[in-house]
């Protein structure tokens, strides 16, 4: 399987949890325990040691401190793609990075044309993100009746707009900042450049760095979460050895291999065999990358722990009939739906459109615009990150918040079923 195989494999199980966790989150709020569950999520819990503690309710530990590592995860797959994958080629990249920049610009200025001042105006940037793992779910859905090109396009461009999405939150969905604990955040990252520039490439000491920034942003104003991001750009995407250096290294340590059989002797008594078999396993782990090493670990603790608890957390919304049809003719709902459906679709096809005809960019083979604006319109599917970034404008606003949420949902699935038929419709008809 190749790493991009591996790649669409990993996102759709991620996918599938995410809405299983979804649907439990919407059953729980919407019976008999939604009281139970809406204290269960602030219960308060924290750390003390000594003089020192950390307390916080279960929503803020899922939030600012489980989803870390999915920013972590986010951080180095923008990282995987900008040296090896689709972002790594300046003419190739130029097509999705550009859609996405499109894709967000737009979004952002139908909701401020809806909601262009008060409190609702902070909500401006949640209809710009595109949930990754639910936009490849619904291409892995369709299957071979859509050109493959389409999923490396989506793969990129969503790729992209998490990296706009994580610049945004850390610009402009900030408190005061703590210029102290600005200042220990800092040292942590120059720490982490420091592991990576000087050859460090075990695990441990960039995790350890790690919780340190997090905790220094905790504190700082900038969301915590943007730890993960910075920690996952220091992670070294070469590895200790060269190809060559590491295949004589894998011969010499066969030769002593051969050379260390006993015929009396079962391998589990023969020493010298034992410790090349260790040395083996240690010249392995050193020989692949850290980054690659790193996202083979965490992603799957990420899809099946992390993004679930998140939608357990976070998608439990009230849904009956009063509050959708309250939350509907609310400015902030019609701008987050505006913005998903028409403002992503729109946004990524016309900055695709003007790259291509001023020559900055080209078209992966079989694909055509209208798949493009078919992209465009699965890119739409905002719900993780734009859950998220809801909770930032709208935390403290909870009627607001519950009206962002529904928005969210209800445009993430309008845009999951027009982008799925519209992209079924033109690949038969091409």
């Known amino acids: 399987m190749s790493p991009f195989e591996e790649f669409i494999e990993r996102e759709t199980t991620s996918g599938l949890v995410l809405i299983a966790g979804t649907i439990v989150a919407l059953l729980l709020a919407n019976s008999v325990f939604r009281d139970a569950y809406e204290t269960f999520m602030h219960t308060r819990m924290g750390i003390t040691v000594g003089a020192w503690s950390l307390h916080m309710d279960l929503l803020h530990w899922i939030n600012e401190g489980l989803m870390v590592f999915f920013f972590f995860v986010v951080g180095l797959e923008i990282k995987r793609e900008i040296v090896v994958g689709e972002l790594s080629d300046i003419r190739g990249a130029a097509l999705p990075v550009l859609a996405a920049a499109g894709g967000m610009i737009f979004p952002a200025l139908l909701y401020h044309v809806i909601n262009p001042g008060g409190v609702n105006a902070a909500g401006w940037g949640i209809p710009m993100a595109t949930d990754i793992a639910f936009a490849i779910s619904a291409l892995v859905i369709m299957g071979k009746r859509i050109p493959q090109g389409i999923m490396v396009f989506l793969v990129a461009l969503a790729i992209a707009d998490d990296l706009g999405a994580v610049l945004v939150i850390a610009l ?24 990576n520039l000087s050859g460090v490439r075990r695990n441990t000491p960039y995790l350890v760095a790690g919780v340190g920034l997090w905790l220094a942003l905790l504190s700082s104003g ?5 730890a993960g991001v910075l920690a996952a750009l220091c992670i070294p995407a070469r590895s200790r050895y060269l190809p ?5 290294r894998l011969s010499e340590l066969s030769r002593n291999f051969v050379q260390s059989t006993r015929s009396e002797q079962c391998l589990l008594r023969n020493v010298e065999q034992n410790a090349v078999l260790r040395t083996v396993d240690y010249e392995l782990n050193l020989a692949q990358p850290p980054l690659q090493r790193m996202l083979d670990a965490f992603h799957l603790p990420v899809a099946l722990l992390v993004i679930p608890l998140f939608a357990l957390a976070n998608a439990g919304i009230a849904l009956d009939a009063g509050a959708i049809s309250d939350a509907w003719r609310h400015p902030v709902a019609r701008g987050i739906v505006a913005g998903l459906v028409l403002g992503k679709a729109t946004g990524i096809t016309l900055f695709s459109w ?15 615009l209208r798949h493009v604006f078919g992209a465009g319109l699965l890119g739409g599917i905002g719900f993780t990150m734009s859950i998220f970034i809801a909770e930032l404008c709208f935390g403290e606003v909870p009627h607001l918040l519950n009206v962002a949420k529904t928005a969210v949902i209800f445009g993430s699935l309008a845009s999951a079923v027009l982008g ?5 419709l033109v690949s038969r008809r091409g």
């Open 244 to 248: 060559d250096a590491f295949g004589e």
């Open 222 to 226: 900038i969301h915590a979460t943007i």
């Open 172 to 195: 402009f969905y900030t408190r005061q900042f703590d210029y102290w604990a600005l200042a220990w955040a800092t040292g942590f990252l120059v720490l982490l450049l420091t592991f």
């Open 420 to 424: 799925m038929s519209w992209l079924l």
């Open 354 to 368: 003007f790259a291509l005809r001023l020559g900055l960019a080209r078209l992966p083979e079989g694909l055509s």
